[in-house]
């Protein structure tokens, strides 16, 4: 995180947000959900499936540093989440057991680099900088949480 000389991040007297369901991260737009052992077994059960033909269904190996894999959930043709359905009030089929990564928006260490990468964010999202008041230690612990659960990955 960048800090601010004698008062930490620029997080460091909490952020608002609340999300409005307006699904404008989940979709439009290319990008990954990477998923930890946890999330894909929440998601195999949610979905009575075995983690193989979960993995061949909904995923892809995305390739990262190193020759390093990463599993990412697939996006739709059209940069929509595999799992975003708009007969579906707010959009999301496995809200209840959907991944740490989208649990935690928009408290990712990306975001959170510095208040420029707050303020983009936020343009295209209405639910930042209103509603809920996340303190930093809120926002330390989502972003510790990513850190508890890595990324499944394979070496090539």
Not at 55 to 82: A, Q
Not at 92 to 97: K, N, S
Request: aromatic share 14%; glycine share 8%.
């Amino acid at each position: 995180m960048l800090e601010t000389p004698g008062n930490g991040p620029f997080y460091a007297q909490g952020l608002y947000f609340s999300c409005k369901l307006c699904s404008t991260c989940c979709r439009f737009d290319t990008g990954y959900v990477f998923l930890s052992k946890n999330d894909a077994a929440m998601l195999c059960t949610a979905l009575n499936m075995e983690k193989t033909e979960f993995v061949d269904t909904y995923c892809h190996w995305v390739e990262g540093e190193e020759g390093e894999y990463r599993l990412s959930l697939k996006e739709k043709p059209n940069y929509d989440c595999i799992f975003w359905d708009a007969k579906r009030d707010g959009g999301c089929l496995v809200y209840e057991t959907r991944p740490l990564q989208c649990r935690t928006f928009p408290f990712w260490s990306s975001v959170l680099s510095g208040e420029d990468g707050w303020k983009i964010t936020a343009q295209g999202c209405p639910g930042m900088d209103q509603g809920s008041y996340y303190s930093r230690h809120d926002i330390d612990r989502m972003l510790n949480m990513r850190r508890m659960e890595p990324i499944i990955s394979k070496n090539a």
